[in-house]
């Protein structure tokens, strides 16, 4: 490619990553804007067929909790919190998640001087997951009833109920008399008026068929797949992106690329290993007990490394994701990877 192309080419993407963050500032403002608004107190009844039985379905479909969450024996997902009892684990992930709520509703009452039943807790967590991070994650639950989840209020009381009855039994009045469930149904409704969520337009129009090809591409620049997997091929040194758009917005997808350390996906955070031999060790924990540590390289060796040959173990703030696809990837390029990640849901 000539220089002078090249460089045109450069400007323009790095005027449409400028672009990319004003639109993300905007809807970090509607989301602040949405969650101030409280709303009154709903009492409805129960639509047919809303019910646990309905909420499973939710859980490991449409809701995608199941791509995040495990609950007890059931699925595999181990990078957010188990919502079902693991036995022999540290308290409160020993009891399931309508217990555990209750001790977390005691927390929030005192925090927040309002009162608040396990019920509400479950609802807030949905509603407005950053409200409470549980301890050893972080912020990055999506708000389930905002695109791409999109949850209506009868779903998000399915939903509820199945958590309710794993380990309690469903109680469809602690949901309709939630002052947060009415909060929540105030949020759906200024939704419809404001589908700003959906409103993502990419500055060009990608190629999802030539995303593919970037991302499973060994010999590209941007090796995708050599990290992460989907629909069972690929690596297993980042998250699985098979459904990465059925949870995450445009934004996030697009700031996950373009600045992978913004935000680091829970369960694959860095660590930089100083042995006593002076040696240098990097990657994502993949396991501790007493005698060893466990670290996966950006090739996806996994290294154990004995804890009386530690002598420095320090967290990194910098992903193992490379963080220079937004100078290595043309702007074509770029939004044929994204509208092939979209396709992803
Ligand atoms: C993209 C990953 C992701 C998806 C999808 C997701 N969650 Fe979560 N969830 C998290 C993370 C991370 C936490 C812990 C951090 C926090 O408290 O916000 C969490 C926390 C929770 C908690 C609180 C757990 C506790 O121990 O207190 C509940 C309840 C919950 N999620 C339910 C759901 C349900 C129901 C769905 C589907 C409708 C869902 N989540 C979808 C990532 C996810
Ligand atoms: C060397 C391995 C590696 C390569 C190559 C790589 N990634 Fe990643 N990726 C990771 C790791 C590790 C994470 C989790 C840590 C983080 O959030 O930065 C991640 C996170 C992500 C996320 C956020 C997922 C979530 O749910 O939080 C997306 C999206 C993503 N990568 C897309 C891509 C795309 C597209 C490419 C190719 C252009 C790519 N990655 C190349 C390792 C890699």
Redesign the pocket.
């Known amino acids: 490619m000539a220089e002078g192309k090249k460089s045109g080419a450069r400007a323009a993407f790095i005027r449409s990553v400028v672009f990319v963050f004003a639109v993300l500032g905007v809807y970090i403002y509607i989301a602040e804007v949405i969650t101030d608004i409280s709303g009154q107190a709903h009492r409805g009844s129960v639509a047919t067929g809303v019910g646990p039985e309905m909420g499973r379905e939710?859980?490991f479909g449409k809701?995608?909790?199941?791509?995040?969450?495990s609950l007890g024996g059931q699925g595999s997902a181990v990078?957010?919190?188990n919502?079902g009892a693991t036995a022999g684990a540290d308290p409160?992930?020993d009891i399931p998640?309508i217990e555990?709520?209750a001790l977390?509703a005691k927390q929030r009452s005192e925090k927040t001087g309002q009162p608040y039943t396990a019920t509400d807790?479950?609802i807030e967590?949905?509603f407005d997951?950053?409200a409470?991070?549980?301890e050893g994650?972080?912020?990055?639950?999506?708000v389930?009833w905002k695109p791409p989840?999109g949850?209506n209020a009868d779903e998000e009381m399915a939903?509820d109920m199945f958590?309710q009855a794993e380990g309690g039994s469903a109680d469809a009045a602690a949901i309709t008399n939630s002052p947060v469930f009415a909060k929540l149904k105030a949020g759906l409704a200024t939704l419809t008026s404001e589908p700003a969520g959906e409103a993502f337009k990419p500055y060009l129009a990608g190629d999802p068929a030539k995303g593919e090809l970037i991302f499973f591409d060994p010999d590209s620049p941007t090796p995708c797949a050599k990290c992460h997997t989907v629909k069972g091929q690929g690596g297993k040194v980042g998250p699985e992106l098979t459904n990465v758009a059925g949870?995450?917005t445009p934004q996030f997808i697009i700031q996950s690329v373009l600045e992978p350390s913004a935000d680091i996906a829970?369960g694959f955070e860095p660590f930089l290993i100083q042995t006593n031999d002076e040696e240098f060790i990097s990657g994502i924990k993949k396991g501790e007990d007493a005698e060893s540590f466990e670290l996966m390289d950006d090739q996806g060796e996994v290294r154990k490394i004995a804890k009386a040959d530690i002598a420095k173990l320090v967290p990194q703030k910098i992903s193992i994701m490379p963080g220079n696809f937004r100078e290595i990837l043309t702007m074509e390029q770029f939004h044929d990877l994204i509208a092939f990640l979209l396709t992803l849901t």
């Open positions: 939710i859980f809701g995608k909790c199941s791509t995040c969450h990078r957010c919190p919502l409160p992930f998640i555990r709520a977390r807790y479950i967590s949905h997951p950053g409470y991070v549980v994650y972080k912020n990055e639950m999506p389930i989840i949850l939903v958590l949870s995450r829970s």
